[in-house]
């Protein structure tokens, strides 16, 4: 068989789904299991002058990795670890490894991933091109800072190398470059040391976004991980109230048999509630509180579980439990609804430590105001970084989950245009990995001219008949 007929669709047309469900489209989808079958379905794409998607797992929660009515190259059967130092943490391997893929290759050697995200399985080529961060920005930064070098497949079949010291400015377009500029097809990336499996992990209880905020100051030097949970319900002086927790690696010594602790198996999350209840079930019960009512009960519950929480010693917790918290209850967001055009959106904002307050707690209330609470909302501290896309900076971030319907879809995306005029006027940016409802004119308020028009010239020069297209990038760059 021919490199170009094994690169060709295992199945046919499919609809190919953002995580988040609320968007789509039907794609041809072609899963390529080698470099040079990438390529090959790259030359057949330019033949038959398609648009082409890479995709990962497609873990983003808006339109960044898909393409309706073009083809989609999902990289996930380039999945091989190439090599890995046990000595100095440095992995190799294809892109299409997934997050989980890595921990469990390293771990076991005393290594974790200096960045992960909420979820083990997004892919490296994803979070390279999205430039993921996890709960310790503040600390190490986002993932494209500790990768030393990649290949990146153009949309010609060329294969180029980039690192710091070569190509630079592609190693630094294409790190959160939406995989527009090319696909990667390799990462070599440095992990961090840890000394067990276990993590010791303390809540801390907070009345508002304020205490919540300097809690993360006072704790920021000492934690290895910091991570704030808000009830975005309550207003007034209860705005932003929730939890803190607060993680640290151990010390070589504080665990008795880190040989134990940190085999793969011992970072299993439980399938069952109680060791009864299967979890891949709870969605359905998660089902029936899905609605204002419901979630104002369940945050009060978890407020009140938080603020017992805050009493108690800190306690051990596996590095897969503590980090990964959204496999925690397989397929829950299928309790937003399972329909086409359905499901949820993440909104998250990045905003200045100067303007950060009073900001979000204006943002809190819009969100009250307009009767579109978010569900969920999620605090991080972060630092900037070198990429040319970046989302990074000195300041905060809040994620908020917004459920959606088919009533109320337009009444949604005009609020959150409503808020991104607010974050943009307090000097704020935008996570494309998230996003779902920014709009052309946007970008260019929060991501600097001459960076923008750098990457739009690297763009030309190795795209230039614009193959490669996502959604996402459909959306805010070729509008």
Known sequence: MSLAASAQPRRDWEYVEAWGMSSGGAARVIRPRSTEELQAALAAARAAGVRVAPRGTGCSYGDASTQRDGWVLDLTQMKQVLSFDPAQGVLEAEAGLSVRGAWQHILPHGWWPYVVSGTMFPTLAGAAAMNIHGKNNYRVGTFGDHIQEFDLVLPSGEVRTASRESNSELFHAAIGGLGMLGIFS?????????????????????????????????????????????????????????????????????????????DVRAQSLPANI????????????????????????????????????????????????????????????????????????????????????????????????????????????????????????????????????????????????????????????????????????????FLPAEKLEAFRALKEELDPEGMLQTDLSARLFQA
């Open 186 to 262: 390799r990462v070599v990336m440095e992990t961090k040391r840890v000394h067990s499996g276990l993590m010791e992990v303390r809540g801390v209880s907070t009345h508002d976004l304020r205490e919540m905020m300097e809690v993360f100051e006072a704790e920021k030097e000492g934690a290895d991980y910091l991570v704030g949970w808000i009830d975005c319900f309550p207003g007034g002086d209860r705005s932003g109230r929730g939890l803190v927790h607060v993680g640290r690696n151990l010390d070589p010594g504080e665990d008795s048999d880190p040989a134990a602790t940190l």
């Open 274 to 445: 109680l060791g009864v209840f299967p979890k891949s079930e709870v969605w359905r019960a998660l089902r029936l509180f899905n609605h204002d009512a419901g979630m104002r009960l369940v945050n009060s519950v978890k407020y009140l579980a938080g603020r017992l929480e805050g009493m108690k010693d800190p306690y051990l917790q596996s590095h897969a439990a503590f980090h990964f918290l959204l496999d925690f209850v397989p397929n829950w967001k299928w309790a937003y609804g399972r329909r086409d055009r359905r499901g949820l959106i993440q909104y998250q904002v990045f905003l200045p430590k100067e303007t950060a307050h009073d900001a979000l707690i204006e943002l809190l209330e819009r969100c009250r105001e307009r009767e579109h609470v978010s569900y969920l909302g999620v605090l991080k501290r972060h630092r900037p970084d070198p990429f040319w896309l970046t989302h990074a900076l000195d300041g905060w971030s809040l994620a908020l989950d917004f459920k959606v319907d088919d009533l109320r879809r337009a009444s949604l995306w005009e609020h959150c245009h409503n808020l991104t005029e607010l974050v943009l006027a307090a000097g704020g940016k935008f996570y494309f990995a998230k996003d779902s409802v920014l709009r052309p004119q946007d970008v260019g308020r």
